[in-house]
């Protein structure tokens, strides 16, 4: 069956479900400028600084910081993600490596010589998408791997033009449920989702909006439906697996200053808001 019709009864029931955003938790971290998040189950997250510090928080502890840790190479982590077993992994886009706590300790699992990762994310089927761009950020692309073997490259469309832009600003991907590659081109200011085939399917420019739209993190739901913070607005674009656009999340929920996003197993999306160093857990399907 066709995965886009396989979902359609439940993209009604998400959209019909769309309401007023609000906030249900906060974490307070102990984190001076957080930037990246990644959460697991319902209660658990990994938080990043702008320096070589990434904590643990947790909802179910008195203290929400359960655990700090100092990375490997003593550099600020690109990009945070948990693989399938729920280890943390991060990307370093300075030493070039892909990073995975283990046995209370940090270990390389992947290395590049002429790439810098930047995003990352973990597939349904367990294989690890990262975002990269080469040395002098002229070129960039997307790496499949399947237990440190190159499964999928993705750099150009079907005329031999890029999809991505040049310059020294990230790539953050993310899968969508219906294994739609999700990608946010901070360089040319939008949202670029490719099919698993890595073919083009839409792109978001998030003409919504007064300000010049500056996506950064996205995170992805069980309805398909694509989150993207955007700072220059200072708001969460909520778009469905087509690109529309469905709601904003912004500040009449209770939250300012949109950073690192990631959404739990409860479709609840996490979100730093950075001036506060707060985690703030918004219920927007309510």
């Known amino acids: 069956m066709d995965v886009y019709s396989d979902l359609d009864k439940k993209l009604t029931t998400c959209t019909s479900l769309f309401q007023t955003p609000l906030v249900v938790a906060t974490l307070q971290t102990g984190s001076d400028v957080p930037r990246r998040l990644a959460c697991f189950g319902s209660s658990e997250a990994w938080i990043s600084d702008i320096d070589d510090i990434i904590e643990g928080c947790s909802l179910k502890t008195e203290f929400p910081v359960t655990n700090i840790l100092r990375t490997k190479s003593g550099r600020r982590p690109t990009d945070l993600g948990v693989d399938p077993k729920g280890s943390l992994v991060y990307s370093d886009h300075f030493r070039r490596k892909i990073y995975k706590w283990k046995n ?3 270990k390389k699992v992947i290395g590049f010589r002429k790439w810098r990762p930047s995003g990352i994310c973990y597939t349904s089927t367990g294989d690890l998408l990262i975002g990269m761009s080469n040395k002098d950020y002229t070129e960039k692309k997307i790496r499949r791997y399947n237990r440190g073997t190159i499964r999928q490259e993705i ?20 899968e969508n449920k219906n294994h ?27 003409s919504h909006v007064a ?14 439906n694509i989150l993207v913070t955007d700072t220059g607005n200072d708001m969460i674009h909520v778009l469905d697996l087509n690109g529309q656009l469905l709601k904003f999340v912004d500040s009449t929920c209770g939250v300012t200053g949109f950073n690192g996003i990631a959404v739990d197993c409860e479709d609840r999306v996490w979100v730093i ?3 506060t160093a707060k985690i703030k857990v918004i219920n927007y399907l309510v």
């Open 273 to 275: 808001e950075c001036h």
């Open 211 to 224: 300000a010049e739209f500056n996506p950064g993190c996205l995170a992805t739901d069980s309805f398909c």
């Open 155 to 174: 750099q150009f469309d079907g005329n031999g033009n890029p999809f991505f832009k040049s310059g020294d600003l990230a790539i953050f991907v993310e």
């Open 104 to 106: 209370k300790q940090f």
């Open 180 to 206: 739609d590659i999700c990608v946010s081109d901070c360089q040319a200011n939008l949202v670029l989702v490719l099919n698993r085939s890595g073919c083009f399917r839409f792109k978001y420019s998030g």
